[in-house]
Nanobody, 115 residues
Framework: QVQLVESGGGLVQPGGSLRLSCAAS????????MSWYRQAPGKEREWVAT????????NYADSVQGRFAISRDNVKNTLDLQMNSLKLEDTAVYYC????????WGQGTQVTVSS
């Protein structure tokens, strides 16, 4: 069955960096586009970035454009999100999503940006 397991979250100061990873299994990873989403306390889940199945195309929310970079390794079946110049408002639980059928989600990893 489909499994998506996020890791790499933690506590970081404003201006710092974190790299999130999502380990995928149970499906043909290289076939599907993948995305990162996030959900801050009291807010709806919002889209962060998407990458095409081959990794050649990516799109970003305006709020993270120029600071975050999505990437994938179709050999290791992993999806990454490099987050730089983190801001307080980036605090959220970050989820990876498989774009197949109704969509599949991981359990999320907490990112807290605080001084």
């Amino acid at each position: 069955q489909v499994q998506l397991v996020e890791s790499g979250g933690g506590l970081v100061q404003p201006g710092g960096s974190l790299r999130l990873s999502c380990a995928a299994s149970g499906f043909s990873f290289s076939t599907y586009a993948m995305s990162w989403y996030r959900q801050a306390p009291g807010k709806e889940r919002e889209w962060v970035a998407t990458i095409g199945n081959s990794g050649g195309r990516s799109n970003y929310a305006d709020s993270v454009q120029g600071r975050f970079a999505i990437s994938r390794d179709n050999v290791k079946n992993t999806l990454d999100l490099q987050m730089n110049s983190l801001k307080l408002e980036d605090t959220a639980v970050y989820y990876c999503k498989l774009h197949s059928g109704g969509g599949y989600w991981g359990q999320g990893t907490q990112v807290t940006v605080s001084s």
